[in-house]
């Protein structure tokens, strides 16, 4: 391709410096205006020349009048922030080309014309971290959601489908390596030192999915035989120095792999599936076509530096990227409200994959307290939006726990209703009908009517309106009849004050109060405002267990004695329904200790309640260490504060240490027992996980009510550890604590993992989320560390993002937190825009607090407001904050 020499540079052409200054607001984008493109684009073929400051594309697109859409005399060709440096259409230059904003227009009078742009670029200044850019040396791409956009001109939107051929040539000892989707169909050398290869990915797929890496890599391979027998290489490429740490996440490929073969009779499509891990990075990963690309994050892990729960999160993140080879690239988006359809969707796939490999009860609590503590407060706040939004401003934002994790409720509740079997029926006909295609949600619906065999006229329901609905439940006994009435109400959200009676799945049970048995679980559907359902043969009122398994994504309301509760969180044969209960009464008591307040005997009964439960709990041998783990945490403040209309986040915390310390203090003997036992456990002895969990735990208590002797135990388990989930518990325990162990350990840690990315991210964040009263100065004098830069996300998160998750920190009474999280968004919004709009949200949560603080918080929200040239992201999130 040589249209690069061609004469036809006429930037004359281009309108942006001429035309008027953008409108502060930038457009609201509605679903409902989708229009399909005018174009079909059924060929792309790329030539990078790629070098760190300099990289010059030349992209020839071969086009045809879509005939499902409106006739257009011109192409309109995404852009964000390019200039072309040529254009040619049918293999001459031209110069009828026009620029409207960032995007190109070139007049297409025929039905059928090939176009040649090329574009030129500097990776290296690419801070926002999409379309092109540099990462310690290499270069790499992120172009989901508009990133593709920054790299060349393209009808940039999910709907266009392009068979890519691409080719790219660089310095070969700075880029040995070259990947790209597809396969690896030639390869040679060039002049002075340079390489190049061609890729060919046989997959139409949208721009979004492209991805392109060149560097100096190394691989762990491995093979995979798929189920029609077909060979795969496999591959995950990283730095050289870490490629010691990648035999995990190769391991997670291969097993998730086979589980989407075996559960969803999913099979690989290509010869070779590449990962590589790259240190910065916006997000988690992305599964470009056969390339995916991850965060260092969710693949470098061995003992000494990774976690029990870093080794699960990078099990899980490989499976959902996976997954995606499926739900999401086979099938995609039609558009980007979209988004659930293979967002919900997977992240589903990769919560029932975990289930299968880490144990089904305690993988569902942590999904549930994840979707509590993110998605809920989302859903209650000014930033509410239905999984499927109707309008946006800046697709980044909403990539959001309500796309994500409620989407993956709302086909979870799919699953309980149709049950596996005709679940998978209903999969299988979805991945059938709509192969190839860009799909919407609409169409996975109909898919799981016909396939499973569901009405789910109503449930669409949950794809439009936002809000958690609320499920009163009351019990009403007379004779040997028990009434229980079901009421739900769905809450107000922006632009939705009237919502309608969505069906909501309930798994319940009913325990004999005498027995201490049930009669078995039923499904309940409640799909009225109100209902009631009649159960006999109960000759004193029954103890009722909803909502098992977390059947719906709602909040129950109820009145229920301790007692029950009790019986519950000690008996209930539902895991998920034994952990409810023990959240239940914690809740119930903190929130009324933090609310009206609770007078002695209140306070008193409460607590020999709690005690009680979480006594039995500790020492239940018929459960395992993991659940005995999860049973054991206390709720996060978070999920208190989402429990009040106006919440006290200092009294909030000042109730659940009170709590914390006395339960320390007065289940010290079984506290102590069970540390005795689980210290016992070697790293890979049978049930080390769970002892593991259950080790740091046990410290968590001790700190509140012994932080003496707490402190004495995890310097002890600190400096006995032989891997990091011993060391980082011991360290997070004793960064809450004032003592000389504290400053000795945190020096400790940091000069031993000194030059590791990831576990120096620990370093900071165990500081940011310490209990410590001074969190906030040790906050500040991190920032000013040498370690410390604004421009790896990683690095912003592990230090900011946890302190704006720490609840005595943030919401100092002073607004000093809301200062510092107001002056990362001012100060990171001109770097990397996609993260600067994520620490919003917590700012955003200002009607639920109390009035001074929130006074605060919107204060800050409007000096953001008020600064000039904020960015998309950024503008949008602080203005619905406003609201
Ligand atoms: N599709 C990715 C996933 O869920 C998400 C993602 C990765 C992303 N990087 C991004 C979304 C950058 C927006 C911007 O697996
Ligand atoms: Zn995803």
Redesign the pocket.
Known sequence: MDIARNPAVPNENIQLADAPPEPKRPPLIRREDYQPFAWLVPQTAIDFTLGLESTRIAAKLSVERNPDADRAEDIRLNGDGLKPVSVARDGEPVDDWTMVGDDLIVKLPGDAHQLEIVTQIDPSANSQL?GLYASNGMLCT?C??E?FRRITFFPDRPDVLSTYTVRMSGPKSQFPILLCNGNKVAQGEGADGTHWAEWHDPWPKPSYLFALVAGDLVANSDTFTTMSGREVELNVWVRGDDLARTDHALESLRKSMKWDEDVFGREYDLDLFNIVAVSD???????NKGLNVFNTKYVLADPDTATDADFDAIEGVIA??YF?NWS?NRITCRDWFQLSLK?GF?VLRDQLFSQDMQGEAVKRIEDVRILRSAQFPEDSGPLAHPIRPDSFREI?NF?TATV?NKGAEVIRMMRTMAGPERFRAGTDLYFDRHDGEAATCEDFISAMEEGAGLDLAQFRLWYSQAGTPKVEASLLHSGDTTLLTLTQAVPETPGQPDKKPMPIPLKIALFDRDTGEHGGEQLLILDQVQKGFNFKGFDKPPILSINRGFSAPVTIERSVRHEDLVFLAARDDDSFARYEAMQELVVSHIVAAAGDGLDDAARDAGRKAIGQALGAILTDESIDDLMRGELMMLPSQTYLMEQMLVADPGRLHTEREGLKAWLGMQLRDEFHALYERVEQVPYAGEGARGARKVKTQVLVYAAASDPEKASQLAAHQYAGADNMTDRQGALMVLAGLGTAARTDKLIDFYRRYKGNDLVIDKWFTLQAISLHPNAIEHVKALAEHPDFTMRNPNRVRSLYMAFAGNPHGFHLESGEGYRMIADVILALDPINA?TAARFVPALGRWRRIEPVRAALMRQELERIAAADNLSRDTFEQVTRSLG
């Open positions: 999409m992120q989901e959601a990133g990075f916006n997000m988690g990963a992305m599964e959902h990227e995606h999401g967002e997977t980044s990539y994500y996609q």
